[in-house]
T-cell receptor
Framework: DAGVTQSPTHLIKTRGQQVTLRCSPK?????VSWYQQALGQGPQFIFQ?????ERQRGNFPDRFSGHQFPNYSSELNVNALLLGDSALYLC???WGVGSYEQYFGPGTRLTVT | QQPVQSPQAVILREGEDAVINCSSS?????VHWYRQKHGEAPVFLMI?????EQKGHEKISASFNEKKQQSSLYLTASQLSYSGTYFC?????????????FGTGTRLTIIP
């Protein structure tokens, strides 16, 4: 049973550029949530996708956008990258929304120079 | 609002017990506990729903005090494999706002 997968593993970008991160949920899961984790901090909720729609959103600017595909996989897009966007981006999948256990992927380490 | 975890860090010898606390200023619907080892993804431990239930998972258990909006994670007879950073995630059940808000974590180090 494949778990949550994310690509790429690492990414280095320059300020002002755009980046797309990808996530494939665990088999049987239909909900994908994205988190940003700065070094030494807990994951910060970016947004959640369910039935191909953004269901809820955390306190992140519109530069952060996403998409969910019919096969439940998801993308996170960040435009006009800032140095402060450097972090580990985690994708988590679950079955349905609400109080269900989330399975996290290994993350994508984004470095903005 | 981000839940507050205490202590921030703790060092134990193998076999000792630990308690990690998580407090929120808001009325909670559920509390989720995760463990993250260095360089790895967070791993789900357990969920506690309001109602004050206590759950156990081998030598790791947790409680949820709904009145105090607090949860505690208990690790008994700690093993080396318990080392890592523990995060609580709190959920406030309001339609359309069911996201998890994670605390800043508690770093647990188990030494032989």
């Amino acid at each position: 049973d494949a778990g949550v997968t994310q690509s790429p593993t690492h990414l280095i970008k320059t300020r002002g550029q755009q980046v797309t991160l990808r996530c494939s949920p665990k088999s049987g899961h239909d909900t994908v949530s994205w988190y940003q984790q700065a070094l030494g901090q807990g994951p910060q909720f970016i947004f959640q996708y369910y039935e191909e729609e953004e269901r809820q959103r955390g306190n992140f600017p519109d530069r952060f956008s996403g998409h969910q595909f019919p096969n439940y996989s998801s993308e996170l897009n960040v435009n006009a990258l800032l140095l402060g966007d450097s972090a580990l981006y985690l994708c988590a999948s679950s079955w349905g929304v609400g109080s269900y256990e989330q399975y996290f992927g290994p993350g994508t380490r984004l470095t903005v120079t | 609002q981000q839940p507050v975890q205490s202590p921030q860090a703790v060092i134990l010898r193998e076999g000792e017990d630990a308690v990690i606390n998580c407090s929120s200023s808001k009325a909670l619907y559920s509390v989720h506990w995760y463990r993250q080892k260095h360089g790895e993804a967070p791993v789900f431990l357990m969920i506690l729903l309001k109602g004050g239930e206590q759950k156990g998972h081998e030598k790791i258990s947790a409680s949820f005090n709904e009145k105090k909006q607090q949860s505690s994670l208990y690790l008994t007879a700690s093993q080396l494999s318990y080392s890592g950073t523990y995060f609580c995630g709190t959920e406030i059940r309001v339609f359309g706002n069911e996201k998890l808000t994670f605390g800043t974590g508690t770093r647990l180090t188990i030494i032989p």
